[in-house]
């Protein structure tokens, strides 16, 4: 499984998250980052074209090298200041309130313990700062649940550890966030895959 999850997998990663009906939910969130920006679980760099004019710089955190190799490319077509981070979100290598925006876009799927990693990020947010985030998750219906329930186990093992079936709001409620803005609803595609949590969130 070395191979598959170190070669393999980042690129089929990079070919997914390129689905172009995900382009509209990267720009509606990225478009509010402002200030320092940390973005966990950078990946491919595909957020990269749609930070504003408003951020100063960027600090992208992710554990995969190969992933970090192909963000390196996509950073330099980029004119934001960005430093590059091989690490996890369960412990990010920055000083306490030393960012203004976390961003996480379908990355709580994936990490091993959300709730270290989450109070990590507010850990180093500024008591202004913010969370934003995209995260597909727990659907509404119990028969899309079931089948959530059902899938996760062998998901988890094509996909990297990605979860179908976690309750976003709650997670991050849980880790000392306030919801200021929230927006649910299924996108094109497998509802079992498909139930997004876009929004915003501020420090308690």
Not at 3 to 22: E, K
Not at 160 to 170: E, K, M, S, V, Y
Request: glycine letters at 8%; a positive charge.
């Amino acid at each position: 499984m070395g191979f598959y999850y170190d070669v393999i997998l980042p690129r089929l990663c990079h070919m997914a998250m390129r689905n172009r009906y995900l382009v509209p939910y990267r720009q509606r969130v990225i478009a509010m980052a402002q200030g320092h920006v940390l973005e966990i679980g950078i990946g491919s760099g595909l957020n990269l074209p749609f930070y504003p004019a408003g951020v100063r710089d960027i600090q992208g955190l992710e554990p995969s090298p190969r992933l970090i190799a192909m963000a390196r490319y996509a950073a330099e077509r980029s004119t934001i200041p960005m430093t590059l981070i091989e690490g996890s979100a369960e412990s990010i290598p920055l000083a306490d309130n030393s960012i203004d925006t976390v961003v996480t876009t379908w990355t709580l799927c994936t990490i091993p313990e959300t709730a270290p990693a989450l109070t990590e990020m507010r850990r180093v947010l500024t008591p202004s700062g913010q969370l934003l985030f995209v995260e597909h998750g727990l659907g509404p219906e119990e028969r899309v649940r079931k089948w959530q329930d059902r899938l996760t186990p062998i998901w988890k093992r094509i996909s990297g550890g990605c979860h179908l079936n976690r309750p976003i709001r709650n997670l991050i409620e849980q880790a000392g966030f306030t919801i200021a803005q929230l927006e649910t609803g299924y996108m094109k595609g497998p509802k079992p895959m498909a139930f997004l949590y876009e929004g915003r969130a501020r420090p308690n």
